[in-house]
């Protein structure tokens, strides 16, 4: 004989299961909440990208292939030139990771030196030969070869607080509208970058990849010449190599692109 559950007893075993669906419900989210909660915010994306993102295909394969990359025709010059000169006080591997730390306090003059500039103290000061002329073969190249060193390093502006009232300058220098154009370096590098001028890419100007071989040039050239190309593209009478106002510009760039990796040598437009 079959015997049915009471209307009663149908009832109250419902809403035992209604309870207990809505009890495992609330632990599972309680659960997730508590898994959402341990897990880190994800970073947002770094909105800084290298100049390299800017360029054509074709450019990008020239510099990501050592074989095609003219640049390392200096490269090799510069290798040559630091086993001649260099070995009695430096060794290849000690060159990691310093261009990725240049600019740079010097105790000996009590300023700041850029890469080129550190190389030309150390020829004056312990090759005694010639002194090697800003943009010139064998400084180009001895800079090139140190900086090749530091690929794939991140930049690194050191936290020397000697620094500060130089980078300070770059900082006002970059912001600071010049020339009989009126502008600024942040005008064009942050407010247009990525638009089109001339036929080019704006790039966000990261000194990510210095020195560098243009196509515009033929031939590898310093980031102080890029840099005192700009002021004359503005009408305004271009710093001297080596300048106060070069380094500092130069100092605010590596810290504007710290953590950016180190590409040297690259190639650009």
Do not use: K
Request: glycine share 8%.
């Amino acid at each position: 004989m079959r015997v049915g559950l009471t209307p009663m007893f149908r009832g109250l075993a419902a809403g035992l299961m209604a309870g207990l669906i809505a009890g495992l419900i609330a632990a599972f989210l309680a659960l997730l909440a508590v898994t959402a909660t341990a897990q880190p915010a994800a970073a947002p994306p770094d909105p800084r990208r290298s100049g390299f993102e800017f360029m054509s295909p074709a450019t990008q394969a020239m510099q990501r292939d050592d074989s095609a990359n003219p640049a390392f025709l200096w490269v090799q010059d510069g290798r040559r030139r630091f086993e001649a000169d260099c070995l009695r006080c430096h060794t290849p591997a000690s060159l990691r990771g310093v261009a990725a730390r240049h600019p740079a306090w010097d105790e000996a003059t009590a300023q700041p030196l850029t890469l080129a500039g550190r190389i030309r103290s150390c020829q004056q000061r312990h090759v005694r030969g010639p002194e090697l002329a800003f943009e010139s073969e064998a400084l180009l190249g001895l800079e090139a070869f140190v900086a090749h060193a530091s690929r794939g390093q991140p930049i690194a502006p050191p936290a020397d607080a000697r620094l500060a009232p130089a980078r300070e300058l770059g900082a006002r220098l970059y912001t600071q509208p010049f020339g009989q154009l009126a502008m600024s370096c942040a005008q064009c590098h942050d407010a247009l970058a990525g638009r089109r001028l001339g036929g080019s890419a704006i790039p966000q100007a990261h000194p990510t990849a210095y020195p560098l071989y243009r196509l515009e040039w033929q031939g590898l050239g310093s980031l102080e010449r890029r840099l005192r190309q700009c002021f004359s593209g503005v009408r305004a009478e271009p710093p001297a190599f080596g300048s106060r106002d070069l380094v500092a510009l130069q100092l605010f760039l590596a810290q504007r692109a710290a953590g950016m990796v180190v590409e040297s040598p690259g190639v650009r437009p």
